[in-house]
DNA sequence: CGGATCGAC
DNA sequence: CTATGTCGATCCG
């Protein structure tokens, strides 16, 4: 580390090797001490674009640093002062709420994939080995660890530090069978633990112990293992386990040499039954009694940490390690001592970048991270400064939220440059191809779809495009992946893009509720075959509510148009459009009616474009609907500003004017957008950008529908008592078969969104069924109809902060459970993520 | 909303 | 030769 220092000024120049190289001063007698490992790293790596890359980086970071400490200098002690006495207020808050009730462990296992290979291989038992590739290593022995080789280091370079390395190839397949061994023993003690990759657990045993207090000798005995899994083996375990009985603190597998860092104060155990241990009712004993079972079943051991939070019991499982424990007992004393020189590094969600920044303002340990409190909170966010405030105080999340819904899914590839357009695309098809089968195994659809890049030079891009409806299948995401791919290879035209990454996600999935609604909703209205004569209003005649005309009459109209200039080899991710001017929408609704009966032949036609659909699944027709009522809309409007035929590009069959009212909605606003001259894309363009606010068309009936219960039902909840909690409970709408959202009354009367009358009914089966007619009787006016709701905006504006700091995961727990009233509107929204997502879905309805 | 970044495993 | 893959959160424009 000191040699390091002498590369480039210190001030700017001293993260890049530390990154890479260690920071760990265990090096052993066998191993290489730090100045060699440092130096062989440096060897393998200056001069190569990662390196590069990597000082460029840290410049960035370098910049921020300077960036904050300029802010710094301007602060006034006023300022300061101020500043300290509202952060004292909420530090005597914070520890008001201190909550030293529950007893949370964090296990972890030792070396795991590892340990995993050494135990089914004893070959390698003696030999420094790490698992991963030449070009990557998931983690390394303690053997290796000796020479510098570590997890996340390329294998090539590990060789380099020690040459008998022994690379093991990955066996997730493997680790996962292992891992569900461990988590059976941990749902003992906490039916809702929470798994953490496949090595990890946090455990709330609060309970467990509890009952634990009452529980006889033979509920706490268990015997050792005398069987192995292979033949081979089995002597081995034998020995190791039999000399385990009193201590237990050697790993078969993972340390001849064993030292007893866990048994502090060895205790009298039981051994009245032959091969068999008794563990006490401690909170200590309960958590040996875990590692003990877990190295008994998988040969494997773990590292636990026990403290009255997951933050604190997450360092905790750190500190002894490997192979140990380590408990902090709940008081506040304790909690104090323990994080009082801690170096920050050690915290969950400080990372090198933190880490950096900080210590450029002279914190390196937590006091001093608490001694900053008020400079903190002047440089930095308020959700980064109360992050620090809470690791200073040794505060953290006393109970374990289970994991919400997965909020997108992605994959990328590394690869040796790949530079041709053609390869690029077959290879982005390939990727949206297994995200496609990825997201059908969850049922999952996204609107977002984000094209991940990273070229020779390791300089990472993401491209990101929000469609109206959501996607699922390949072509789906293809057709919006490949235009971002386009416009990057565009970018750098004539040259060659050249890479070595690439990615896609898919995310803005709909909510388990929007998509139950949706389906339901398409379902019914197909359904109700008797009375979808709107569908066939005459422009003028349309129920006077809107002088523009509904949209589907636009959609028919625009249709109509442009029946002649349909060409059948438009798209690639599209169905093709086949005229058919005759079409009955009653005749077919009703053969869509009869799809439920098995071996009938089912056409489905689109009751928007009016086509004939090939395929006769209802999911493939639903997808075609949303795409015909909007999807298209937005892709065409893409492709227009693009102007680009060169590659599969969709067309757009919609005169200008008619998607700019489409676009705008049939707000008076709208008309500030002149549509005179909307004719050029840019002005086309513009518009969509420009005004992301005004009401868009509902992408389809299920967002009709769910637009129109939300003003109905939702706003008036909110405007008149401002309680966020009614938006939860909205989120929660029973399972009945009800397709919409709405709730009964206080009094239990049902009102008609439609027509607003009061139902007689409380059946929200019949009650469906009413709206279902009221929608279809023509009044579908109503829905596109433009109104204005008040919409909150969040204060977002940081401008004196230097901010960017993270939590990392810890930030979706809520620190103890309890209120913090101090905090600002912004920040008491992003506590609850699920509901704050919810209601954002509810704000761009009513935008 | 989109892009970049951080952080964790 | 050869420096991952996947996800969530945050911040900024």
């Known amino acids: 580390m000191d ?5 480039g000024n210190s001030s700017c120049n001293d993260g890049v090797l530390l990154r890479m190289g260690l920071n760990d001063n265990k090096a052993g007698m066998q191993g290489l001490d730090k100045e060699k490992i440092n130096k062989i790293i440096m060897e393998a790596t200056k001069g ?8 460029k980086k840290d410049q960035q970071v370098n910049q921020r640093i300077e960036k904050m400490m300029q802010l710094k200098e301007k602060i006034t002690t006023q300022q300061l002062l101020k500043a300290q006495l509202q952060v004292d207020k909420l530090v005597i808050e914070l520890e008001q709420s201190r909550n030293l009730s529950s007893t949370i462990v964090h296990i972890d296992m030792d070396a795991f994939y590892a340990a995993v290979e050494m135990r089914d291989n004893p070959e390698l038992k003696e030999k420094p080995i790490a698992v991963g590739s030449m070009s990557m290593l998931s983690t390394s022995n303690y053997h290796a660890r000796r020479f510098g080789v570590r997890a996340a280091m390329p294998g090539f370079i590990a060789k380099k530090l020690c040459p008998h390395l022994t690379i093991v190839p990955l066996n997730f397949e493997k680790y996962g069978k292992v891992s569900k061994e461990v988590r059976e023993i941990l749902a003992e003690y906490d039916p809702n633990f929470m798994p953490v990759g496949l090595d990890e657990a946090y455990l709330n045993i609060t309970e467990h112990l509890e009952e634990r207090l009452n529980w006889p000798e033979d509920k706490r005995r268990f015997f050792l293992n005398t069987e192995s899994t292979t033949e081979k083996d089995k002597d081995d375990i034998n020995m190791s386990a039999k000399s385990n009985v009193g201590g237990y603190s050697s790993s078969p597998v993972l340390f001849e040499d064993n030292s007893p860092l866990m048994d502090d104060h060895p205790e009298q155990r039981d051994q009245s039954v032959e091969n068999s241990v008794v563990f006490g009712t401690s909170a200590e004993e309960a958590v040996k009694e875990i590692r003990f079972r877990i190295e008994q079943k998988t040969q494997l051991t773990a590292s636990a940490g026990i403290a009255p939070n997951t933050m604190l019991a997450k360092m905790c499982s750190d500190h002894n390690k490997p192979n140990g424990q380590c408990r902090i007992v709940p008081e506040r004393q304790a909690v104090l001592d323990f994080v009082k020189d801690l170096p ?20 390196v340990t937590c006091s001093e991270l608490y001694q900053q409190r008020a400079l903190l909170s002047v440089l930095f966010s308020e959700a980064s400064w109360h992050n620090f405030l809470d690791i200073s105080l040794g505060l953290g999340s006393t109970h374990l939220e289970k994991d ?9 590839r590394t690869f040796s440059e790949i530079n041709t357009a053609e390869d690029q695309y077959s290879l982005c098809r390939e990727l949206c191809r297994d995200l496609a089968q990825e997201l059908q195994k969850e049922g999952l659809k996204g609107k977002t779809v984000t094209l991940k890049l990273k070229n020779v ?53 709909l909510s388990e509720e929007e998509k139950k609604y949706q389906q339901k909703s398409i379902t019914s209205f197909l359904k109700s075959g008797k009375e979808i004569s709107f569908l066939r209003l005459q422009p003028g005649k349309s129920n006077q509510a809107s002088p523009r005309g509904s949209f589907f009459d636009k959609k028919r109209a625009a249709r109509q148009l442009n029946n002649e200039n349909l060409s059948p080899n438009e798209t690639v991710g599209k169905q093709l459009f086949h005229d058919r001017k005759s079409a009955n929408f009653v005749e077919e609704t009703k053969k869509v009616t009869d799809l439920e009966e098995p071996n009938v032949c089912k056409i489905f036609t689109c009751p928007v474009c009016f086509e004939e659909q090939s395929s006769n699944n209802l999911e493939e027709l639903n997808r075609h609907i949303d795409e015909c009522l909007s999807g298209t809309l937005v892709k065409d409007t893409v492709e227009i500003s693009k102007n680009d035929n060169s590659r599969e590009n969709t067309l757009n069959f919609l005169p200008q004017e008619d998607r700019t009212d489409q676009l705008a909605g049939t707000d008076q606003s709208a008309s500030t957008s002149d549509n005179s001259t909307s004719n050029s894309t840019e002005k086309f363009t513009q518009i969509i950008s420009d005004k992301p606010h005004r009401e868009r068309q509902p992408s389809n009936l299920g967002d009709i529908a769910r637009n129109l219960s939300m003003k109905q039902c939702l706003i008036p909840k909110r405007t008149s008592q ?32 439609v027509c607003n009358s009061e139902q007689k009914t409380t059946s929200l089966v019949s009650f469906n069924r009413h709206v279902d007619v009221c929608l279809n009787k023509g009044l579908i006016q109503e829905l596109t109809e433009k109104k204005h709701f008040p919409t909150k905006t969040y204060n977002t504006e940081n401008s004196n902060r230097v901010g960017g700091l993270s939590r990392g995961q ?19 929204v992003s506590k609850k993520a699920k509901s704050s997502n919810f209601k954002h879905t509810i704000e761009r309805f009513f935008k």
Request: aromatic share 6%.
């Open 404 to 412: 919400g819904e997965r909020k997108s899914m992605s994959t990328e």
């Open 810 to 828: 810890q930030c979706t727990n809520p620190s103890q459970g309890t209120k913090r009233s101090g905090l600002t509107t912004s920040q008491s």
């Open 344 to 363: 920050i590094r050690k915290v969950p969600g400080i990372g090198k970048v933190t880490e950096k920044m900080l210590k450029a303002l002279g914190i």
């Open 457 to 509: 030079n390791f300089e990472v891009k993401t491209r990101a495009s929000t469609v109206l409806s959501s996607v699922s299948t390949e072509e789906e995401i293809f057709a919006v992946a490949k235009d971002l791919l386009g416009t990057e290879i565009d970018s750098v035209a004539p040259h060659p893009l050249r890479i070595r990454l690439m990615g896609v996600r898919v995310s803005g999935f």
């Open 722 to 753: 401002d309680n966020e909690d009614h938006f939860e409970k909205t989120e929660h709408t029973e399972e009945t078969s009800s397709s919409y959202f709405f709730e009964a009354k206080d009094d239990g009367v049902l009102v008609c969104p």
């Open 3 to 7: 040699n390091m220092k002498k590369v």
């Open 48 to 55: 190569s674009r990662f390196y590069e890359n990597e000082l």
